[in-house]
């Protein structure tokens, strides 16, 4: 009996990915951000063709499995990359992303399951200037971007996937063989990807970035979160251990957490860790106006902060209810 299963991660720019004279041409309309990619991944070409993701890392395989035991398996799929369009006025260019080659390290056989390991990815489409420590100072070179699949497949049927190795940016979703969100990088760190993912800090030289891998928050907290980010929100940035609210301070504004991650600490105890997409701080909107957790960073932290006003009520107390522990 042959088994076959997948493994897809979308590579693509959430809205303001990238600060400082980087972010000049995305101000200026030449280049653009990306929507988010859907909920339910459908077709990974079909965003690649709408310009709608920068990249696609598909990890496809296959086992036999014979009276219990698995005699064969193999590789399918593979990377594909986007173009980057930019607009000057009515003028539209497209600049293809180099490919590299797919890396597929011999799996990983036992009697009873089979471990695949894919890495795809490429030069991005544009060359910028970038400083170097050698004369004459100055590179004009296109970054890497690339993410490192993983794909365990047993002999009952059943499978576990992840992201164990992804580039620092863009931002890299991961959907299962049916075509669900099921993980996501936790961090975005353009300033060190923009100055180091080149030759020997790649995959196809010596260094794989280890993925930070974050849970999917609600598709509720999703929907929110682009009317949040729309609504022109104040921004503030936190570094690894800062506090965002301490349990008990009075308040009443609402958080998106953008990049990175936070643990919730109640009563002195980390009950839970969440990563961006996240919505916090509704339980003060929503009772006596205090903080009923301390939210703290565990890495650097780009949030953003609305009143609580700005964002429907009923959709606040939905996402309570779904955070009470189940009795």
């Given at each position: 009996m042959r088994i076959q299963s997948?493994?897809?991660?979308?590579?693509?720019?959430?809205?303001?990915?990238?600060?400082?004279?980087?972010?000049?041409?995305?101000?200026?309309?030449?280049?653009h951000y990306d929507m988010p990619p859907p909920d339910k991944l459908v077709d990974h070409n079909a965003l690649l063709d709408a310009d709608a993701?920068?990249?696609?890392?598909?990890?496809?395989?296959?086992?036999?499995?014979?009276?219990g035991k698995i005699t064969g398996c193999g590789h399918l799929g593979g990377g594909r990359l986007g173009r980057t369009q930019l607009k000057l006025g009515s003028l539209?260019?497209?600049?293809?992303?180099?490919a590299?080659?797919?890396?597929?390290?011999?799996?990983?056989?036992?009697?009873t399951e089979v471990t695949f390991v894919q890495t795809a990815g490429g030069r991005t489409g544009v060359a910028a200037p970038r400083r170097v420590s050698r004369p004459p100072f100055v590179q004009i070179a296109a970054p890497s971007a690339w993410s490192t699949l993983t794909l365990t497949m047993r002999a009952d049927g059943s499978s576990e996937r992840g992201l164990i190795g992804a580039s620092p940016f863009p931002r890299h979703w991961v959907?299962?063989?049916?075509?669900?969100?099921?993980?996501?990088?936790g961090l975005?760190?353009?300033?060190h990807w923009y100055r180091k993912a080149f030759g020997a800090h790649t995959p196809w030289g010596d260094v794989d970035?280890?993925?930070l891998v974050t849970a999917v928050e609600s598709a509720l907290e999703r929907e929110l979160s682009l009317g949040i980010i729309n609504s022109k929100p104040q921004w503030r940035r936190l570094k690894e251990g800062d506090s965002l609210v301490e349990q008990g301070d009075p308040g009443a504004?609402?958080?998106?957490?953008?990049?990175?991650v936070l643990e919730v600490e109640i009563d002195g105890e980390v009950v839970t860790q969440v990563g961006p997409g996240a919505i916090l701080g509704e339980m003060a909107s929503l009772e006596d106006g205090k903080r009923t957790a301390t939210l703290r960073a565990v890495t650097a932290c780009r949030v953003a902060t609305v009143p609580a006003d700005k964002v429907d009520k009923g959709a606040l107390i939905e996402i309570a209810e779904k955070r009470k522990p189940s009795s």
């Open positions: 997948s493994v897809t991660s979308i590579a693509w720019i959430p809205q303001g990915a990238i600060a400082g004279l980087t972010e000049l041409p995305f101000h200026l309309s030449v280049a993701a920068r990249f696609a890392n598909r990890l496809e395989a296959w086992i036999e499995v014979d009276d539209g260019m497209a600049f293809p992303a180099v590299f080659p797919d890396l597929r390290p011999e799996p990983a056989v036992t009697p959907y299962d063989e049916a075509g669900e969100l099921i993980a996501k990088s975005i760190d353009f300033d970035s280890p993925a504004d609402l958080f998106l957490l953008f990049d990175g």
